[in-house]
């Protein structure tokens, strides 16, 4: 998320960037589960995950890293962005293979750019997709500087700032060209899966796991849904409908320390 607006992306995230007011809603973790399964439609990313990940111990491992990473950048002290940047960077440093010789992987790196790019692609429109449903429209000055706060998601782990595309049109026509190049094969099928049963988390994770999979199955799109091999009809439409219209209410009654209580927990676990 590059915090500020026109060159300033890729720059630390000012005190006061759109961003950082954004970002601590935590409403925005119901898009969580969509951000990560587009994630790992695009080749590269779901077959470096698939290969160096461990979902069945550690469910939501994936989802905990993003929410600190994203939490440091916008919200944490100088202190707490720099020691983000370093284990993410050691996390990703053995994610990398060529491509097998019998097809069953591509190539892929985490250090990748254009993987990158995917990643803080997926974390941006998944949070507008909560946005729109929850929240009142955004002004465009808003929604241009808060889109372009979102660079520094990329930038951080050293994609080039100006792969992030210029404009929120731009973005449009980048989405739609990268959501025809999504393919979801067996391996990353059985990650997603995996990632959505749960079955060896803790009880608490296991308790949240029905909304988890209402959620983050509806709000997919549709082909996506479909290359996953996930039902989604009418009875579920109608249950997410009534979680989004609770959110709606809830971001209205519920006190900032309430509706923030994620982020503090983040970047408390994080340390100074």
């Known amino acids: 998320?590059?915090?500020?607006?026109?060159?300033?992306?890729?720059?630390?995230?000012?005190?006061?960037?759109?961003?950082?007011r954004y970002a601590p809603e935590g409403v925005y973790l119901l898009g969580g589960g969509r951000a990560i399964l587009l994630q790992l439609a695009l080749p590269g990313v779901g077959h470096g995950v698939a290969r160096h990940s461990?979902?069945?111990?550690?469910?939501?491992?994936?989802?905990?890293?993003?929410?600190?990473?994203?939490?440091?950048?916008?919200?944490?002290?100088?202190?707490?962005?720099?020691?983000?940047?370093?284990?993410?960077?050691?996390?990703?440093?053995?994610?990398?293979?060529?491509?097998?010789k019998d097809g069953s992987h591509p190539a892929y790196s985490a250090r990748d750019p254009k993987l990158q790019l995917w990643v803080a692609a997926t974390l941006y429109d998944s949070a507008m997709t909560i946005q729109r449903a929850v929240?009142?429209?955004?002004?465009?000055?808003?929604?241009?500087?808060?889109?372009?706060?979102?660079?520094?998601?990329?930038?951080?782990?050293?994609?080039?700032?100006?792969?992030?595309?210029?404009?929120?049109?731009?973005?449009?026509?980048?989405?739609?060209?990268?959501?025809?190049?999504?393919?979801?094969d067996a391996p990353v099928r059985a990650v997603a899966h995996e990632l959505l049963a749960a079955k060896h988390a803790p009880l608490w994770i296991r308790?949240?796991?029905?909304?988890?999979?209402?959620?983050?199955?509806?709000?997919?799109?549709?082909?996506?849904?479909?290359?996953?091999?996930?039902?989604f009809g009418p009875r579920q439409q109608r249950r997410m409908d009534l979680v989004l219209r609770g959110a709606r209410f809830s971001v209205r009654i519920l006190p900032r320390r309430i509706r923030h209580f994620p982020m503090r927990f983040y970047l408390r676990r994080l340390g100074s």
Request: aromatic content about 8%; proline content about 8%; cysteine-free.
């Open 1 to 20: 998320m590059a915090a500020g607006t026109g060159d300033s992306r890729g720059a630390e995230a000012p005190p006061e960037s759109v961003l950082s």
């Open 54 to 100: 461990n979902f069945a111990v550690n469910p939501l491992g994936r989802l905990n890293g993003t929410l600190t990473y994203i939490y440091a950048l916008s919200n944490g002290t100088d202190a707490q962005r720099a020691k983000v940047r370093e284990i993410v960077d050691a996390a990703h440093a053995p994610v990398k293979a060529p491509a097998a």
């Open 135 to 184: 929240f009142p429209p955004l002004d465009d000055d808003t929604a241009e500087a808060l889109y372009l706060n979102y660079a520094q998601l990329g930038t951080e782990l050293g994609m080039p700032a100006h792969l992030w595309p210029a404009t929120r049109a731009d973005f449009a026509d980048y989405w739609a060209q990268t959501l025809g190049q999504l393919r979801v």
């Open 207 to 231: 308790a949240a796991m029905p909304l988890v999979r209402l959620m983050t199955i509806g709000l997919l799109p549709e082909p996506v849904r479909v290359m996953y091999g996930f039902a």
